[in-house]
RNA sequence: UCCCCAGUAGCUCAGUCGGUAGAGCGGGUGACUGUUAAUCACCAUGUCCGUGGUUCGAGUCCGCGCUGGGGAGCCA
C-alpha cells in the first residue's frame, strides 16, 4: 500500500497544493446531483478532511453516493483550499476505494448520541468527536507525564501488579490465584491453603506501588511510578473504576513541604501543556463538554496554590455561611461538598490542606509533634475536590511499629517495608495522582467510564 | 453496599383519568451543480426490560427481579 498522508498533518501545511493520499471513515456523506462530500476522520485530528467528488471526474459516481456511515476508504486527489466555509482545505478526489464496508445497521448515526449508550458500544466509541478528543487528551497527557519527571531527573520504576502486601487499606484486593476454584487444597482447619497455589501465598493485584516506591527512593533519590492499579472496591460512581492507572512519585531527603512544591509544579505543568498542546481538544472540551473549562484551566496554570491547615480549613468551615449537609467537626474527614466550598468559595483556586488527624489517614504517614495530627495533604481544586492525595511517611522506625500495632497492621509480611527505617533511614514524601481524574479535570468529562477506553467497573468488564 | 430516579421504534424521548402506541432524529427510495449533523418529498419499523398479580381490559396500578444513571460510603 502507498503511505497514507495523516489528516492532521495535512491541515498543518501552509499551503494548498499536491497530490496526497488519505485513508479514514467515514462520518457523514452529502450527496447532490453531480457533486459529493464525504467527510472522514482518520483519528489524527478532530474536524477531519472533506473530500470533493465530482460526476464528471469520477467514474462510478454514482456508486459512491451510498457509501455507508462508517465505511473505511481510502482517496487521491489534489488538496485544494476550500471555496467554502467550514474547512479551510479540502481534497477534489481523482481516485477512491472502499476499503472496508459499513451498511445501515452501523451504529454510530449521525447525530448526538448519550455517553450512557456510547458505552454500550464502547468498540465503536473513539470513533466519536468527544472520544476521539478525550483519547488524544489522554495519550498525550501521559506522555506529558513522563516529560515532567523525566526532565526533573526521577528514575521511573515498574513497581509490581502482583502483590502480596494487601495491609494498606487502600481496598479491597482482587485475588490472583492459579489454585482450582471448585476444589482447592485446604488446610486442616478448613481454610484454602495458599501455599499450595503458584506463589506459595496469598496474593491479588496491586492498590498502589507506594511502598515498593519508597523502597527505590531510598536508593534513587527521586522515582515515580505510572502504572495500572486495581480496586476490588463494589463503588458504583462517576470517580471510580476497579482499574484504573496511578502516578505516584516519592522523594527522599524531602519533607511535606517539599512534596505540596512538586504537585503544584506538576499540577501546573499538565494544565499548561495540556492548553499548548492539545489546544484543539481543548476547545471542543470548551465548547461542547463544559462552558469555561479554557478559563478554569488558565486560572490553575496561573494560580500560586494556597496552603492552610486541616485546623483552618474546620474553622473556614464552622464559620461558613453557608449549612452543610454533613456534620464539621475536628476528628472527621471532609466531605466533598466541604471540599468544594474550600476551594470554590474561600481561596478560590486550588487550595493544599496540611496535616490531618491521625485517625482519618494511613499507616505510614509521619506523625507530627502534636501527638494529634500526621504530615499528610490534599490538593483540593474547584469544580472536583480532592485530586492529588500525598503525604511525608513515617521514617522513625520505633514511631512507624507502635502506629501499626495501634492499628493492628501486622508487622511480619511489611518486614521487607521496616528494613528500610532500619538501614539509611531518611525522611521522605510522596503523593498519589489517580490518571483518569487528571484526564476527566482536563476533559470537563465527568464520568471516569469516559475517560478509559474500555472501563472495568463492577459488572462490566466484556470489552 | 445503602438511598433516589429511569427502562416505550436503530437513537433521544412523549404517551392525559387504565380503553389496544406516537414524534424528532437516524435508515430506505426519489429530487436537487458546492454541501457542512445539507435540504425537500415519500416509505418502513415495536417482546412498551422480565416476571407474577389487580382488572372486563395494563405501556399506564401493585409485588419481586434484572439493567442503566445519579447521590452517599470507600477512595485515586
Known amino acids: 500500500m502507498s503511505r497514507r498522508t495523516r489528516i492532521g498533518d495535512l491541515l498543518k501545511r501552509p499551503t494548498p497544493g499536491g497530490t496526497v493520499t488519505v485513508c479514514g471513515w467515514v462520518r457523514s456523506l452529502r450527496a447532490s446531483g453531480d457533486v459529493a462530500f464525504i467527510s472522514i476522520n482518520d483519528g489524527s485530528n478532530l474536524d477531519g478532511m472533506q ?7 469520477l467514474p462510478s459516481f454514482d456508486d459512491f453516493c451510498t457509501i455507508g456511515t462508517g465505511a473505511a476508504l481510502r482517496a487521491s486527489g489534489e488538496l485544494v483550499t476550500s471555496p467554502a466555509a467550514g ?13 472496508g464496508q459499513a451498511d445501515s445497521a452501523y451504529p454510530l448515526q449521525k ?10 458500544i464502547a468498540h465503536l466509541r473513539p470513533r466519536t468527536n468527544t472520544f476521539g478528543a478525550v483519547f488524544r487528551l489522554r495519550s498525550r497527557l501521559a506522555q506529558a507525564v513522563h516529560r515532567f519527571f523525566d526532565e526533573r531527573g526521577f528514575l521511573y520504576v515498574h513497581t509490581p501488579i502482583i502483590t502480596a502486601s494487601d495491609c494498606e487499606g487502600a481496598g479491597e484486593l482482587f485475588r490472583v490465584t492459579t489454585l482450582p476454584p471448585n476444589s482447592a487444597p485446604r ?14 501465598r496469598k496474593t491479588g493485584l496491586t492498590v498502589s506501588g507506594q511502598l515498593e516506591g519508597e523502597l527505590f527512593a531510598q536508593a534513587f533519590g527521586d522515582i515515580y511510578t505510572f502504572g495500572p492499579t486495581f480496586r476490588a472496591e463494589n463503588s458504583n460512581t462517576p470517580r471510580h473504576a476497579a482499574e484504573f492507572w496511578m502516578i505516584e512519585p516519592e522523594m527522599a531527603f524531602a519533607d511535606l513541604a517539599d512534596d505540596a512544591d512538586l504537585a503544584e509544579e506538576f499540577v501546573r505543568y499538565l494544565c499548561n501543556f495540556a492548553l499548548q498542546e ?4 481543548l476547545t471542543f472540551f470548551d465548547r461542547h463538554i463544559e462552558k469555561g473549562l479554557l478559563a478554569r484551566v488558565h486560572a490553575v496554570a496561573k494560580a500560586s496554590f494556597a496552603r492552610m491547615s486541616y ?19 475536628w476528628g472527621l474527614d471532609l466531605q466533598k461538598e466541604h471540599e468544594r466550598y474550600l476551594t ?21 504517614m509521619r506523625q507530627n509533634g502534636d501527638g494529634a495530627t500526621v504530615a499528610a495533604m490534599d490538593l483540593l481544586v474547584p469544580k472536583v475536590g480532592e485530586i492529588i492525595g500525598g503525604s511525608q511517611r513515617e521514617e522513625r522506625l520505633d514511631q512507624l511499629e507502635r502506629r501499626m500495632q495501634e492499628l493492628g497492621i501486622a508487622q511480619e509480611p511489611l518486614w521487607w517495608y521496616l528494613d528500610s527505617r532500619r538501614w539509611g533511614s531518611c525522611p521522605h514524601a510522596g503523593f498519589g495522582l489517580g490518571f483518569e481524574r487528571l484526564v476527566m479535570y482536563l476533559s470537563g468529562m465527568d464520568n471516569i467510564r469516559d475517560v478509559i477506553p474500555f472501563p472495568r467497573t463492577p459488572r462490566h468488564a466484556e470489552f
Open 311 to 329: 485546623d483552618e480549613a474546620i474553622r473556614h468551615l464552622e464559620q461558613a455561611p453557608v449549612s452543610f449537609q454533613f456534620p464539621v467537626q
Open 111 to 120: 447525530k448526538r448520541h448519550s455517553f450512557e449508550y456510547l458505552r454500550s
Open 344 to 364: 470554590e468559595e474561600v481561596v478560590r483556586g486550588p487550595l493544599f490542606v496540611l496535616n490531618y488527624p491521625k485517625e482519618i489517614k494511613a499507616f505510614y
Open 51 to 57: 473530500l470533493v467528488l465530482e460526476r464528471d471526474r
Open 87 to 99: 474547512q479551510q482545505y479540502e481534497l477534489q478526489v481523482q481516485e477512491l476505494s472502499v476499503v
Open 187 to 200: 488446610n486442616e482447619g478448613g481454610e484454602i491453603d495458599f501455599t499450595r497455589d503458584f506463589f506459595a
Open 278 to 281: 492539545c489546544a484543539e481538544e
